[in-house]
Protein backbone atom coordinates (compact mmCIF):
# COMPACT_ATOMS: atom_id res chain seq x y z
CA UNK A 1 0.00 0.00 0.00
CA UNK A 2 0.78 3.78 -0.67
CA UNK A 3 3.07 4.31 2.63
CA UNK A 4 1.97 8.42 1.79
CA UNK A 5 -1.32 7.91 2.37
CA UNK A 6 -2.02 7.64 6.28
CA UNK A 7 -4.57 5.65 7.91
CA UNK A 8 -5.81 6.97 11.76
CA UNK A 9 -4.56 4.82 14.13
CA UNK A 10 -7.78 3.15 15.15
CA UNK A 11 -7.93 2.12 11.40
CA UNK A 12 -4.48 0.66 11.15
CA UNK A 13 -4.93 -1.42 14.53
CA UNK A 14 -8.15 -2.66 12.77
CA UNK A 15 -6.23 -3.67 9.41
CA UNK A 16 -3.77 -5.40 11.90
CA UNK A 17 -6.19 -7.46 12.55
CA UNK A 18 -8.56 -8.13 9.62
CA UNK A 19 -5.58 -9.26 7.59
CA UNK A 20 -4.53 -11.40 10.84
CA UNK A 21 -7.93 -13.01 10.34
CA UNK A 22 -7.82 -13.24 7.05
CA UNK A 23 -4.62 -15.51 6.45
CA UNK A 24 -2.57 -12.13 5.01
CA UNK A 25 -3.20 -10.11 2.83
CA UNK A 26 -4.87 -10.51 -0.68
CA UNK A 27 -7.00 -12.88 1.40
CA UNK A 28 -11.14 -11.94 2.61
CA UNK A 29 -13.07 -12.57 4.93
CA UNK A 30 -17.12 -12.29 5.01
CA UNK A 31 -17.74 -8.81 5.89
CA UNK A 32 -19.77 -9.71 9.20
CA UNK A 33 -16.98 -11.27 10.28
CA UNK A 34 -14.29 -8.83 9.46
CA UNK A 35 -16.46 -6.46 11.85
CA UNK A 36 -16.98 -8.94 14.55
CA UNK A 37 -12.65 -9.33 14.46
CA UNK A 38 -12.26 -6.08 15.02
CA UNK A 39 -14.80 -5.75 17.66
CA UNK A 40 -13.59 -8.37 19.89
CA UNK A 41 -10.19 -7.14 19.26
CA UNK A 42 -10.57 -3.68 19.70
CA UNK A 43 -12.99 -3.35 22.03
CA UNK A 44 -14.97 -1.71 19.18
CA UNK A 45 -18.90 -1.96 18.67
CA UNK A 46 -20.12 -3.07 15.61
CA UNK A 47 -20.73 1.04 14.39
CA UNK A 48 -16.99 1.78 15.24
CA UNK A 49 -15.64 -1.46 13.32
CA UNK A 50 -18.00 -0.61 10.26
CA UNK A 51 -16.27 3.05 10.55
CA UNK A 52 -12.96 1.61 10.28
CA UNK A 53 -13.46 -0.39 7.33
CA UNK A 54 -14.91 2.74 5.97
CA UNK A 55 -11.51 4.16 6.46
CA UNK A 56 -9.59 1.36 5.09
CA UNK A 57 -11.98 1.58 2.17
CA UNK A 58 -11.75 4.81 0.95
CA UNK A 59 -8.01 4.31 1.61
CA UNK A 60 -7.61 1.55 -0.57
CA UNK A 61 -6.59 -1.07 1.84
CA UNK A 62 -9.61 -2.81 1.79
CA UNK A 63 -11.91 -3.49 -1.09
CA UNK A 64 -15.22 -5.48 -1.10
CA UNK A 65 -16.17 -8.37 -3.46
CA UNK A 66 -20.21 -9.08 -2.77
CA UNK A 67 -20.60 -9.71 0.93
CA UNK A 68 -16.60 -10.21 1.36
CA UNK A 69 -14.25 -7.76 2.61
CA UNK A 70 -10.74 -8.43 0.63
CA UNK A 71 -7.13 -7.23 1.67
CA UNK A 72 -5.35 -5.25 -0.91
CA UNK A 73 -2.48 -7.26 -1.38
CA UNK A 74 0.93 -5.04 -0.93
CA UNK A 75 4.24 -4.70 -2.79
CA UNK A 76 6.96 -5.89 -0.15
Given at each position: MDKG???????????SV??????????ELPNDEAKAVI????????????????????RGYVYYVEEHVRITPTED
Amino acid sequence: MDKGRRIPPFADDALSVVTEAAGGTGEELPNDEAKAVIADAEGFDEADAEAALDVLQSRGYVYYVEEHVRITPTED
